[in-house]
């Protein structure tokens, strides 16, 4: 069998789930840099851009795999950015989106080890580690504006 291994449908389906949750991310944090800097926030600016080139990361980890289960990666239809209106709005919908994004790799994580594809979960519990930590960071932003 030359090494090849069977992946089931459902994983390469959360594969391609997440790739394109990672690069709606990019596109909200990049949105949300854009802003900052038009209201003059640079620090702000830079944080969001930051957050984007992570999220850029995870999409790359995530075209790797698809690469190697033999699929193009690609990211289907991605949702509108929700920019905010300011910058309590951002972080707000940011924590949406990390909370979605750790929903989402809890289910990959908790199937792909019911299928006993490890590698597969192993990926997605280290992205959803990365993204729990994105949300205990956004958190604690918020808790300053109460």
Do not use: K
Not at 9 to 32: D, K, S
Not at 51 to 58: C, G, I, N, P
Not at 123 to 134: I, S
């Amino acid at each position: 069998m030359n090494g090849v291994r069977i992946h089931h449908p459902r994983i390469i389906g959360f594969f391609t789930r997440a790739l394109t949750h990672e690069y709606t991310a990019v596109q909200q944090y990049r949105t949300q840099s854009s802003l900052c800097t038009l209201w003059g926030m640079a620090d702000w600016a830079e944080y969001f851009r930051h957050e984007s080139r992570e999220e850029l990361d995870h999409a790359g980890i995530l075209s790797q795999q698809l690469l190697l289960m033999g699929i193009a990666p690609t990211g289907a239809q991605l949702r509108p950015p929700r920019p905010g209106r300011d910058l309590r709005e951002m972080l707000t919908h940011d924590q949406d989106l990390e909370f979605s994004a750790v929903q989402l790799y809890s289910e990959a994580q908790n199937f792909s080890e019911r299928m006993r594809d490890i590698p597969s979960a192993e990926v997605f519990a280290r992205l959803r580690a990365d993204e729990e930590g994105h949300m205990r960071s956004l958190a604690e932003m918020l808790e300053r504006f109460h």
